[in-house]
């Protein structure tokens, strides 16, 4: 029997995106899994969608707020009091620099994710400043790999792949983060939405679930 591969679509606005991310990738839960993280731009795919923002919605953003924090101390996600000033934050130049990782260094491109969430997230830097997300790029890459990447990050090619991959997003059904793209052991292909059905990918992948709070999800 092959091995389950799991796509995560990403963006570092999105903080259910960020628990997703965070549970893959320190559970041993998911160890037996090939794991494909793909950078999006969530404002390109909540458009083409016809989504809005919890923010727009007439009491989902306290919901949504207070959702969080329940879902961070149950998976004990590290996370920054009261959540990033302002919300959202336009990412779309950041995650062109991700893009340009995934291009030049894809071997890193975890890393980098890694090291961004946790500037916005529990930092509560601005990321979507290039003075913010720059320096953790050149800190996780190195100085000469990193200025490479930047470069790159406002160029055709990285602009091109992160259009490209929010339109495959679009075209694998999501309309919202975290978006997961699922293929179990007998290529069984099943997508799944949202940090609370995280369980259910657990499921569909035939992997064990641990005790990091997968109990809650039924």
């Not at 996780?140 to 091109?160: C, F, P, Y």
Request: a neutral charge; aromatic letters at 12%; proline letters at 7%.
């Amino acid at each position: 029997m092959a091995r389950p591969k799991l796509t995560l679509y990403l963006d570092v606005v999105s903080p259910f995106a960020y628990f997703a991310f965070h549970v893959i990738r320190n559970s041993p839960t998911f160890a037996p899994c090939d794991i494909t993280y793909t950078p999006i731009f969530l404002g390109g795919v909540m458009q083409a969608t016809g989504n809005r923002p919890p923010i727009e919605i007439k009491n989902k953003d306290k919901f949504v707020a207070l959702d969080r924090d329940r879902w961070a101390s149950r998976f004990a996600i590290p996370m920054g009091p009261g959540g990033p000033k302002p919300f959202p934050q336009m990412t779309l130049g950041v995650m062109r620099a991700v893009c340009a990782v995934s291009l030049k260094y894809p071997s890193e491109l975890e890393n980098v994710f890694a090291a961004l969430y946790e500037k916005f997230w529990v930092d509560l830097e601005p990321i979507s400043k290039a003075e913010v997300f720059g320096p953790v790029v050149l800190r996780v890459l190195g100085e000469a790999r990193g200025k490479e990447v930047l470069a790159l990050a406002g160029g055709k090619e990285a602009k091109d792949l992160l259009k490209r991959n929010s339109e495959m997003a679009v075209e694998e059904g999501a309309f919202g983060l975290p978006w997961f793209v699922c293929v179990d052991g007998e290529g069984r292909r099943e997508a799944f939405w949202g940090f609370d059905h995280l369980g259910l990918v657990v499921d569909f992948l035939g992997l064990r679930r641990g005790d990091e709070g997968f109990r809650a999800m039924l």
